[in-house]
């Protein structure tokens, strides 16, 4: 097959197809742009401070500085700078993940066609070549349209007060980099493309493998991660002066390591508790989470992270308002320092449990593609479209809100027991963590229903009777 052939059966042909299409280049070229503002930074260098206009002493013997490229003093300082280089990293390999899951999506679809292919004589290098025609096609795509991202994002910020101007203007340098970033990217996802379903390709009767979630595996991580949060909390408040601050990365560790271990048996055990009910809607529901445990766990190990790094900075948030609030003076310049840096984070959290939602979102409309058959025989023994909409809201509201709120639980439970900010009393320790979990809970819960009214139109063509001809 020659290279327009292969362009050919490579773009998309059904709507299925050009969302999914749609959410791969528009993930791309968000990885992009923060991969453009990450080396902007980086040429900034690391090794000393930018210029200051003026230096004063405040009333409260902070020193405060006038940045003389009116940037914030995450990016005047070079102890600071790699921080927000690594943060620009950070949420360029959150869009790449969710470009991967765009990229996953259709599987059911896409198995077939690529089936058809080899059954009808095509040789398993000539599948892998379509797989990555149609990964390049997208990569190159959203490279071509990081560049006017990164412009906007960092317009944007120009916007924004000094103290939250994380990102320099746009310079040269940009503009010659950005062909090559997109080679770059259109490269990596040709890569991705060609590798996806390997099985398929060499065998074409290979079917989809569903994989049981592993709760021996689940529940070794959970103790270890258990250990390490015990014994990281027991050295930060015990002996944080001899350890140093390097020992705040164990409890961090153990928080990860259960969470990836454990999110699958989280979404099985979900599955299973609804599947149990008397009410067919939490059975369709819990049936499905149990179908796709593995799929769902992902989701929500990214929602736990991203809560428990916003109840991090909402204890720091916390703890700083009242320690400066009673200061003599006031609160100080250097609030709005900390505050800036805690913001920031937050929102980064924020953004990446917004990206994990995305996929979520796009996996269950995957799903009631793939189970379209199934959702047409339901409807025509008395299931209706409002059914299977509460069931989809169902379970995506199962998923999100309890692993937000336990996120938040934990990373403000983790922050508030350190002796580091000796203000914060058991009392308003207690009393931010029922706010916080009780707002972040109803957000999520509102941000999950709302998701799940976008996915009426698939709902109403999932449970078409016209799914029930053969094609």
């Not at 700078?81 to 360029?92: E, I, M």
């Not at 996929?359 to 379209?372: C, H, K």
Request: aromatic share 6%; net charge positive.
């Amino acid at each position: 097959m020659n290279l327009r052939t292969l362009i050919t059966l490579a773009l998309p042909r059904s709507a299925t197809d050009r969302r999914r299409l749609q959410l791969l280049v528009l993930s791309v070229a968000v990885a992009g742009a923060f991969l453009l503002a990450g080396l902007r930074i980086t040429r900034l260098g690391f090794s000393s401070d930018l210029a200051y206009d003026d230096v004063i002493t405040s009333s409260d013997g902070y020193i405060v500085a006038t940045p003389s490229g009116g940037y914030s003093d995450y990016l005047q300082e070079s102890g600071l700078r790699g921080g927000v280089a690594l943060a620009t990293v950070f949420l360029a390999a959150t869009a790449c993940a969710l470009a991967y899951q765009a990229l996953k999506l259709g599987t059911a679809a896409r198995d077939r066609r690529l089936a058809a292919f080899r059954l009808a004589g095509a040789t398993p290098d000539q599948v892998r070549t379509l797989g990555a025609v149609e990964g390049a096609l997208a990569g190159l795509a959203g490279g071509i349209l990081a560049g006017p991202v990164y412009l906007v994002l960092a317009l944007l910020i120009q916007a924004l007060p000094q103290v939250a101007r994380v990102l320099p203007r746009p310079d040269g340098w940009d503009a010659a980099g950005w062909p090559a970033l997109a080679i770059l990217l259109g490269a990596a996802t040709a890569v991705l493309g060609s590798r996806l379903r390997r099985g398929l390709v060499t065998d074409p009767l290979a079917g989809a493998e569903h994989k049981p979630v592993r709760v021996r595996t689940g529940i070794i991580g959970g103790v270890v991660g258990l250990v390490l949060i015990v014994a990281g909390m027991s050295g930060l408040m015990a002996r944080a002066e001899s350890f140093g601050t390097a020992i705040i990365f164990v409890p961090a560790a153990g928080v990860l390591i259960a969470t990836i271990t454990l999110a699958p048996l989280l979404a099985y055990g979900q599955g299973r508790r609804l599947s149990r009910s008397t009410d067919p809607i939490k059975v369709l529901a819990g049936g499905r989470l149990i179908r796709t445990a593995r799929t769902a766990g992902r989701s929500i190990t990214l929602f736990v992270l991203c809560g428990t790094v916003v109840g991090l900075c909402a204890a720091s948030m916390v703890a700083l308002w009242r320690e400066y609030s009673t200061q003599e003076g006031g609160m100080g310049g250097s609030l709005t320092f900390y505050s800036t840096g805690f913001g920031l984070a937050a929102f980064a959290s924020l953004a990446v449990a917004l990206a994990a939602g995305a996929s979520l979102l796009a996996g269950t409309a995957d799903d009631l593609v793939d189970q379209r058959r199934n959702l047409a025989c339901l409807s025509i023994f008395g299931v209706g479209e409002d059914h299977l909409r509460r069931s989809v809201r169902l379970r995506l509201t199962a998923i999100a809100t309890p692993a937000v709120a336990v996120g938040l639980a934990v990373g403000y439970f983790l922050t508030s027991r350190r002796e580091v900010y000796p203000s914060l009393d058991s009392g308003t320790a207690l009393l931010g963590l029922l706010i916080l979990v009780v707002v972040g809970t109803g957000l999520t819960w509102l941000v999950a229903a709302g998701a799940a009214a976008l996915l009426r139109g698939q709902v109403r063509e999932a449970i078409d009777p016209q799914n029930l001809r053969s094609a």
